[in-house]
């Protein structure tokens, strides 16, 4: 987090209440050198709250549920 563009941003940024919000706080992520190890941060400790990495809270959830199929699908085939 130390190396995060949002580090030297308000928090209520990345915690929107709209779409718009939403989109402000991506595009702050989208030029942010640490941003995939963010966004794994929020994954791995299922944080549901915020934009993370430059996913929301709804696109956090579905990357969690392909990784889920991905592994059962996995499983499955092995």
Same mark, same amino acid.
């Given at each position: 987090?130390?190396?995060? &563009?949002?580090?030297? +941003? =308000?928090?209520? #940024?990345?915690?929107?209440?709209?779409?718009?919000?939403?989109?402000?706080?991506?595009?702050?992520?989208?030029?942010?050198?640490?941003?995939?190890?963010?966004?794994?941060?929020? &994954?791995?400790?299922? +944080? =549901?709250?915020? #934009?993370?990495?430059?996913?929301?809270?709804?696109?956090?959830?579905?990357?969690?549920?392909?990784?889920?199929?991905?592994?059962?699908?996995?499983?499955?085939?092995?």
């Amino acid at each position: 987090m130390q190396f995060g &563009l949002c580090r030297d +941003i =308000e928090p209520v #940024v990345f915690f929107p209440s709209d779409g718009v919000g939403v989109d402000k706080a991506r595009k702050i992520c989208q030029s942010c050198k640490v941003r995939e190890q963010c966004l794994e941060y929020a &994954l791995k400790l299922k +944080i =549901e709250h915020g #934009v993370w990495g430059g996913a929301s809270e709804r696109e956090r959830r579905r990357i969690n549920r392909r990784r889920k199929l991905a592994v059962l699908s996995e499983s499955n085939s092995a």
